[in-house]
Each structure stands twice: as C-alpha cells, then as structure tokens.
C-alpha cells in the first residue's frame, strides 16, 4: 500500500468544482504535485510543490495543503479533464519519492 | 524543448536482467538541479518510482526494488540507463523515464516532481 492516500473514484459534473485529495504523514513536511494521466499517454505535471502550475495548463487547476492533505481543485471541469489524477511527494522518512494510488476523474 | 525518449526491449524472458536507457534530448543530463528518474505503471494499475541518478552518478532507489535496481549515467550521450535483475512476470508494466525536479530550503528538499516524461516503453516479462 502506498503511503499517500487517494480516494480511487471522483465524479464532477460539467462545469462545476471537483477536489481530489492525497493524504499522507509525510505532507506534514513535504509539499505534493499532482499529475494528470489520460489512457495510453504518459502523466503530465499539472501541479508542483503545492501550489505551482506549469506553463500550458489551464489556471482552472489550482494546489493546496492543509496539515496532512494535499489537494488538487478543478474549478469549472471540462470534458477533457477526465482522467487519472496521481500525487507525488517524499515518503515519511524523507528519502525516497512514492506516488498515491491515483484517483479516476469522470466528468459528468 | 527538452524531450526523454525510453529504448530497450519489449520482451524479457522470467529471471533475466531488464535493461533500458532513456536518451535526453534538447537540454543537457549534466545539470546540478536535477535528478534523472525512473517510473513504472503495470497495466491498469497505479504509478510507481523505481529509483534516481544525478550526471555526479548518486542514486536513490525504491526499498523494495533496491537489490535488483542499478542506474548508470553517460553524460557523453545525455543518457540514463535502469537495469532491473531476476525479472517475473510482477515486472511487467509501461516504464518511463522522467526529469526530477526540485525545491530546497537550505539544504533540506521540500518538494520534488517529474517534469518532463518520456512516451513510455512496454516491458513484458514472459518465456
């Protein structure tokens, strides 16, 4: 099991706002990007340590953290947002990288 | 614009030696704020980090892979390499390779994210 922890399913529907979450210990102390994975392709960064996005994707994805959870906000979801989304972030021990167990984005 | 591409092959038999190399292209492997990595993602399944190298040649690799995971790097031809020994079908999945980035506070990391990834390469894992 991995040490961050995402919800497995999320539905939103068109037009409105989704949070999709990653809790974990270590988001205590380190900071989580979010990556968008749509099938057959590889992920994409959409989000880096909490709150910054990459050139190129829309300003409706937006990061947060609050004590153990790291979130990613979709604030008006479009049709192409439907996806698998996957934290990042460093284990408890600070050493190593591990991913969430994604969650799988529908939009409605 | 900096693009990795995964090569190596497709089909390795049970208890072999997986080995693949992503090559770095529109920017140099040679730089001090990044890390080099290695990402994998069975079928229909969730991601996972294999492990990291820095141009100096550190490495940092997953616990649960570590005493079958090797990384090299050869700056000379912006590469990476990943070899994975004592394969089993458990090994088979989509493998990507990925540039590491980083934010420091001093010395201590705060956050680390992968930016760009390469395609992705199949590795199946049967005789």
């Known amino acids: 099991s991995s040490e961050l922890t995402q919800d497995p399913t999320v539905s939103v529907a068109l037009g409105q706002t989704v949070r999709i979450t990653c809790q974990g210990d270590?988001?205590?102390?380190?900071?989580a990007s979010w990556y968008q994975q749509k099938p057959g392709q590889a992920p994409v960064l959409v989000i880096y340590?909490?709150?910054n996005r990459p050139s190129g994707i829309p300003d409706r994805f937006s990061g947060s953290s609050s004590g153990n959870t790291a979130s990613l906000t979709i604030t008006g979801a479009q049709a192409e947002d439907e996806a698998d989304y996957y934290c990042?972030?460093?284990?408890?021990?600070?050493?190593?990288?591990?991913f969430g167990g994604g969650t799988k984005l529908t939009v409605l | 614009q900096l693009q990795l591409q995964e090569s190596g092959p497709g089909l390795v038999k049970p208890s072999e030696t997986l080995s693949l190399s992503c090559t770095v292209s529109?920017?140099?492997?040679?730089?001090?704020?990044?890390?080099w990595d290695w990402i994998r993602q069975p079928p229909g399944k969730g991601l996972e980090w294999i492990g990291s190298?820095?141009?100096?040649?550190?490495?940092y690799y997953n616990l649960s892979l570590k005493s079958r995971v090797t990384m090299s790097v050869d700056t000379s031809k912006d590469q990476f390499s990943l070899r994975l020994s004592s394969v089993t079908a458990a090994d088979t999945a989509v493998y990507y390779c990925?540039?590491?980035?980083?934010?420091?506070?001093?010395?201590?990391?705060?956050?680390?994210?992968?930016?760009?990834w390469g395609q992705g390469t199949l590795v199946t894992v049967s005789s």
């Open positions: 990925a540039r590491e980035g980083a934010m420091v506070r001093g010395v201590h990391p705060l956050a680390n994210w992968f930016d760009p």
């Open positions: 529109g920017g140099s492997i040679s730089s001090t704020n990044y890390h």
């Open positions: 190298i820095h141009y100096s040649g550190r490495t």
């Open positions: 270590s988001l205590r102390t380190y900071y």
């Open positions: 340590a909490k709150d």
């Open positions: 990042n972030s460093r284990d408890s021990s600070g050493t190593h990288l591990v």
